[in-house]
């Protein structure tokens, strides 16, 4: 590839540790599972370079120049990447801007490619949860390690999340029960033991899931409360 007319030899796309094209004796590390890694960025030729690269090494790439585009393309394709790549400095919607709307609509691991090595940059990108940060020039060497690292920190984040979401049900589930029992307790003046044996027994009896019939015990148990101050006007106690 040759080096487009006019750029400045000095620049952070022909700069790139004097590694600027890929060619046919290029090593690539390999990779044992393909991945979807979109790449945003406004400059086409880093996009070209880096897409490139990655899907040598046998990854996905998706490529867009800019925020809306990286937004629009999320939305109609309604499937998430692996991670995504996010320039920083970006006409319009910056990188930072973009990865705050991908963190409020998505869950992307997001890292980050920025010319600048700014503490306070840094800190910023920490802050929008990054898994990743390159600087410009690139060092093509360290890219397949870099990606590595922020896709397998991207997995430990989603096993995390997906831990938290399976306990707050399996402890609202454990609460929904809990209190179906002790309806049934108090309805049938039983030990909770029984009442959780019957419980379970209709479930099974059933085939349903113990927690959807503690729901429905719980829903119906509310529906006869509606009645309780009724009842509790005057003439309407019997005695």
Known sequence: MRRPPGRRPNSPLTRMKDQPTMSSHDTVPPIVTKRLILLVDDDMLILGLLSQFLQRAG???????????ALDMLAET????DLALLDISMPG???LELARRMQAETSVPLMFL??????????????????????????MAQLSPSIAAALARGDEIRQLRETEI???HALRSGREIGMAIGVLMERY???RDTAFT????????????????AQEVL????????FVDRFAEPGRIKR
């Open 59 to 69: 990854h996905d790439t998706r490529m867009a120049t800019s925020g809306q585009m």
């Open 78 to 81: 309604g499937h998430e990447p």
């Open 93 to 95: 919607m910056s990188g």
């Open 114 to 139: 920025s010319a600048s090595e700014n503490a306070e940059m840094v800190k910023q990108a920490a802050a929008y949860g990054a898994v990743g940060y390159l600087v410009k020039p690139i060092d």
């Open 166 to 168: 399976k306990l707050t």
């Open 189 to 191: 003046k039983t030990d």
């Open 198 to 213: 019957v419980l379970r027994d209709h479930a099974r009896s059933q085939r349903r899931k113990l927690n959807d019939v």
């Open 219 to 226: 829903a119906s148990a509310e529906a006869l409360n509606v």
